[in-house]
Structure formats: C-alpha cells, structure tokens
C-alpha cells in the first residue's frame, strides 16, 4: 500500500503513549491534513507513504502533546498578585475584588495570548480552562491554534461578566450554542465549586452540559475545610452532596479531589469523571495531597494541571508531571508510586480522557488529531542516554528534561512552534500590555488597603449606613438595683435577652481607620443553654461625634455585617497590629423609658475580668433624634441607680487596653 500525506516525520524515538506504551525507535508518525495517519518503524513508514514534505526529527522524542487539565489562563496576568496566603483569603480577598474590577474581554484575550505562548513553548497542545468571558479565551486559542475545553463559569456571585447566575448561565448557554462542532474548541460549563455556587445553580449546570452532551468542568474537595463545610451545612462530603444535585449526570472534569475517600473515589469512577491533579497548586496553598495513586488503582482517568497562573506561579507541565511522580512517592512512602510512564500518561492519553477529549487527542495513534511535539533530549543536564530499559526514556523526560528542552509544537496538523520558533503568535507589545495591567491593579490595591473600610466593602463584608448612636455607661459593683430598678413602672420592658458574647477587637495603626469587631453571638435560652449563634462584623468609627453633660455619648460611622467568614479569614485578611478579646455575659433588655426606646446591657465582663457594667444605648439615622436621646439616656441610667463615668468607653476595648 501506499498513501500520500503531508507530513513524514522520521528519525525520532516515538512514544505514542498509547495502552501499551508502544515505542519506536527510530520511528516515524505520518500526518494527513489534521490527524495521524500512521505511526511506526520509520523504514515501514517510508514504505509506506508517499510525503509531500519529510521532516528529520535528529533524534529527538517525538510524543503527544501535553495536556494541561485544570487551568484558569487569563490569569496570567495575575500572577505574583498575592502569594503565600491562605485559599480563602488568596481567594476571596485579593484575587475575586480584583477580577470583578478588572476583568474585561481585553484581559482575557491578553492573558490568553500570553498563556497559549507560555503553554506553546513548554509542549502543551491541549488545555481545560475555566474562567470569566470565555468566549475570549475560546477565540485566542482557535485562532493561535491550540486544543481547549474553554468551560464558562458560573458561581452565585456577581462575577466580572455577569450581574447574577441566571445571566451567567445564559452566557454559558450561548457560549455552548456558538462553539459546539468547533474543530479546536470543545466548549463546556464550569460551575466554579460547590462552596461558590447553590443547589440550583449545581442543578442547572448538570442540565445544560447533559442537553448540549458537553463537559462540565469544576472544582471538587480542594481542601479539608471545604469538606468540614459540606458535612455541617448537607450532612454529607463533597462528592455525594454533588452526586445528589445530579452533577454526574454530565461528562464531569473534577480539578484537585484532594480530599477524597475510597467511597468518593468510586462514585467518581462509576460516573465516567475526569480528575484533574494539581500538584503545584495544593502543595503551595497547602491543601492536601491527592490520593492519585488509589485513583489510579481504582482505573479513574486522572490528568495533571497547573491550575491558574496565579496559584502556580507557572503553566510549565514538565514540572507538574515531575512534582506529580514525586508527591505521590511522598504521599505513599513508597518510591514505587507514580513511576515515570505513568506521570508521563496522566500528562498524555489519561489527560485527554479526564477532558472527555480521548477520542481526539492525547496519543500518538492513527485517526486521532496530529497534536504532538519533539522535545531534545541532549542537553548537558539530560545526558547521557541508557537504552537498556526501555522506560528509561520516560524517567528522562519526566526527571530531567525541561520545558525549554522542547522544540516543536504540532496542533491538529498545524505547526505553531517549529525549532522553538512560534509561528503563529507575535509577542511583540505583550510585555508592556501586561505590565500596564499589573501597574493599574497595584495602584488599586494600594488604595484599598490604606482603609479598613473599603478592604471590608472589597469582601462584600460591608453594608454601608451611617447611624448615630448613643450610649452611656456607668461601671457598678452589684447588678442587684439595675435588676430591681427594671421592676418599676417607669420602665416597660419589650423584650429580654441573654447572651455569652466573644469579641475580637482588631486595631490598626491608624486610629482614625476605627476598630473592627468580629463578636460570637451565644444565645441562651430561657434552660441555659446555647441555643442560636450569630457572628458579626462591626467597623466601629474612631472618632466622637460629640460628648454631653453627664457623660453622655454621641458617635457615628459604624458598619454592620454578618460575619460570612472565620475569625481566622478576618484576621488574615485585615492583618491588624493588635487584637484584642474580651468575654462577657451580657443581659440586654429593649425598653420604653419616657417614650422612647432604648436598649439596656448588664454585662458582666469574664475576660479581663473587670467587673459589672450597665449601659444604655439607642441607635438612630436623625442627628436630632439622638440629641434628645442623649437627654433622656442620661436620665434613665440615673434612674437605673448608675452614676455615668467619668471616662467614657465605647467599647471595652478601650478599657481593657488601658
Ligand atoms: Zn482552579
């Protein structure tokens, strides 16, 4: 037989990757228009095929493209941005403010454009992506010429390109409709995670990647937080509490799974799921190790990602597979975990499986697309060669060689890298662009963090209402005549409360920012026991509006939120100079005194321990109102049998500072 082709490739080491790892050397791969026409022993091949154009590999390996299966690319032009921190607070502090901020089509298309160059160049010919305006990311690569599932993402969150999930879905919808049957693009939805989407969007999601027999790409069981979370509020781990919103109806592409158990790892299998693994991402934000080697015993198809750009710092996949092989060893205590031929296949055939694309891409086998690479192989640090084993080849690549080692890039039949040559991209004004962006969001950052106040309103943690509140306090040695004084008629009560409240004061080095307060509501009910608690933050203002006769206070400027994070995230976050905690038990009861409404606190401070205090406060949005209200207060603490003290506190961080 003979056929005509385009390409003859001949004299390289062939690693197809395929199930048997079949080599050859020296062998040849043929390629048609896009797809491998056939691979073999390079004298068969020249038999065989007739080319229009032989190309001598010298000896290099001749292999499939690396597949990079958890990405999110644009953010490229985050990287550096903010390292060293915790998920939440890398997360939910600096990267999610500044994307809603800075997030256009115009960055997606630039840090795509430097993340194809950055991926092209290390022998990547197929990536999974996850980001924001998605449709950018899709048309950079077509158009660069590289292999994606480009998956929309959809979270509960307003996001950069898109004011609520309903909307987000949509695009996703559209975005599907537009690149489904693309030749290079394989579009997908990408419900972020299930700690930042609802049951609905989860739900929703599923149903539009089943109806569009599209993959759905997301973030599972990162870390053993996000794991504790899903136990407290569904009862159940991660991945059956997504199994139950249906999400394994769809082709499921999981990035990490690090916290998975032998159960969880099964049902990812029975569903067909790809994992994608993220050994630089979990070893830097200290999230676990994944127990890829059980994954792989158990037949689950598990590829290797960097993940974004800005947890990595890099999208170089020759270091991925080496760390994969090596943190497995680690994990397991047994050097014989993950050898070489097999990082190189999670990078290769069992990528392109987790993506749902194995039928395209991922080795070097007739009729799949011609995505391959030539990497060099005689470099000083990757010499010399033993041929005595034939996985020697394998260890090479994964243990010594370096992304720069490769020199060629071929994508659907196309060259986009010929002897390290990029042909189809000009990097030319890339640098500069990029260094703008980095300049604008640093100038963003610097000027939210010079103020507690629009650091809290970045995290969503603000709600901005500026009140005026009036409180008087008085330090007593017995609460017996406040609880008497509450007997009498002068004073209707309209409600009681009891509460354990654990405050932490966070102060910063400017007293004008004000203080912080993350308190831990304890309700205790009527038995004693705690039977509601409630977390709040408060941005107490430093300054004092105005002091009246009798020790009467008047101050204004707080804000008010839930506490939708962990102490620790706020602290982390707002990394103040001091904190303070204090411990009380406190009675509060909501009263009309003289026609007005006032709360009373008798509070008995545990930590310090500083004895019994009353106050009376009332909050208001008139200045007026709180004029007459501090007329009255003072009146009313008096009648309480408190005389007002002297010093004034607002707060018993004051006390217990001084
Ligand atoms: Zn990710």
């Given at each position: 037989m003979n056929h005509t082709t385009d390409f003859l490739l001949t004299n390289a080491i062939v690693l197809t990757m395929d199930k048997n790892l079949t080599q050859f050397e020296p062998g040849a791969v043929a390629v048609s228009g896009d797809s491998i026409l056939a691979v073999g022993p390079e004298d068969e091949l020249r038999q065989q095929v007739q080319a229009r154009e032989t190309i001598d590999c010298q000896g290099k390996v001749l292999m499939p493209g690396l597949i990079n299966a958890h990405t999110h690319v644009p953010m490229t032009l985050l990287r550096g941005l903010a390292d060293d921190l915790r998920l939440d607070v890398w997360l939910l502090g600096y990267m999610m403010p500044v994307e809603r901020r800075f997030v256009s089509p115009d960055f997606v298309r630039l840090g795509t454009l430097l993340g194809c160059i950055e991926m092209i160049r290390s022998g990547v010919t197929c990536f999974a992506d996850m980001y924001y305006y998605e449709e950018e990311v899709a048309r950079v690569t077509a158009e660069v010429g590289m292999r994606a599932l480009c998956a929309q993402t959809v979270l509960k969150f307003h996001s950069p390109d898109a004011e609520s999930f309903e909307e987000s879905l949509a695009a996703a919808r559209e975005f599907i409709q537009r690149w489904k049957g693309h030749e290079l693009i394989e579009p997908a939805v990408g419900p972020h995670s299930p700690y930042t989407c609802t049951e609905e969007i989860l739900r929703a999601t599923a149903e539009l990647a089943v109806e569009f027999d599209v993959p759905l790409h997301t973030h599972l069981a990162e870390t053993a937080q996000e794991v504790e979370n899903s136990r407290q509020d569904h009862?159940?781990?991660v991945i059956p509490y997504v199994k139950k919103q249906n999400l394994f109806d769809a082709k499921v592409l999981a990035a990490?799974?690090?916290?998975?158990?032998d159960g969880e790892i099964h049902t990812l299998m029975h569903h067909g799921a790809g994992v994608a693994h993220n050994p630089s991402s979990n070893l830097k934000l200290a999230s676990g190790t994944a127990p890829v080697k059980k994954m792989l015993e158990t037949g689950l198809n598990v590829g290797i990602g960097t993940d974004g750009p800005a947890s990595n710092n890099d999208l170089d996949m020759f270091e991925e597979v080496r760390l994969a092989a090596l943190l497995a060893k680690n994990a397991t205590n047994?050097?014989?975990?993950?050898?070489a031929p097999v990082a190189l296949t999670m990078a290769t055939r069992l990528g392109a499986h987790a993506l749902h694309l194995g039928h395209l891409t991922g080795s070097l086998e007739?009729?799949?697309?011609?995505d391959l690479i030539l990497v060099e192989i005689d470099g000083l640090h990757n010499i010399p060669h033993f041929r005595r084993d034939a996985n020697g080849v394998y260890a090479q690549l994964v243990y010594a060689a370096k992304s720069t080692d490769v020199s060629d890039v071929m994508v659907n039949g196309r060259w986009l890298m010929r002897n390290h040559s990029l042909l189809t991209l000009d990097e030319t004004d890339l640098r500069k662009q990029a260094q703008d962006y980095a300049r604008q969001i640093d100038a963003f950052l610097i000027e939210r963090e010079q103020s507690v106040i629009s650091k809290l309103i970045a995290i969503g943690g603000a709600t901005e209402a500026e009140s005026f509140e009036v409180q008087v306090k008085a330090h007593i040695s017995d609460s017996t005549p406040i609880l008497a004084a509450l007997e009498k008629p002068e004073i209707e009560i309209l409600y009681s409360r009891h509460y354990h409240e654990y405050d932490s004061y966070f102060l910063f080095e400017d007293p004008d920012q004000g203080s912080l307060r993350y308190r831990e509501d304890e309700y205790i009910d009527p038995d004693g026991n705690v039977s509601d608690i409630r977390y709040r933050l408060t941005l107490i203002g430093q300054e004092q509006e105005q002091r009246y006769p009798n020790n009467a206070l008047l101050s204004r400027s707080r804000y008010l939120a839930p506490a939708a994070h962990s102490l620790r995230f706020y602290r982390e976050y707002f990394n103040p100079t001091k904190e303070i905690s204090i411990e009380k038990d406190r009675l509060r009861w909501r009263v009309l005194f003289k026609g007005t409404e006032f709360y009373i606190n008798l509070d008995r401070l545990d930590k310090p321990e500083l004895g019994y205090f009353v106050e009376v406060k009332s909050r208001t949005w008139s200045r007026r109102d709180a004029e007459h209200k501090a007329e009255v207060a003072t009146d009313l603490i008096q009648f309480l049998g408190a005389t007002p003290d002297e010093i004034i506190t607002k707060d018993y961080s004051t006390l217990a500072y001084s």
């Open positions: 009862d159940m781990p990490h799974c690090v916290h998975v158990d047994d050097p014989t975990s993950v050898p007739p009729g799949k697309r011609a």
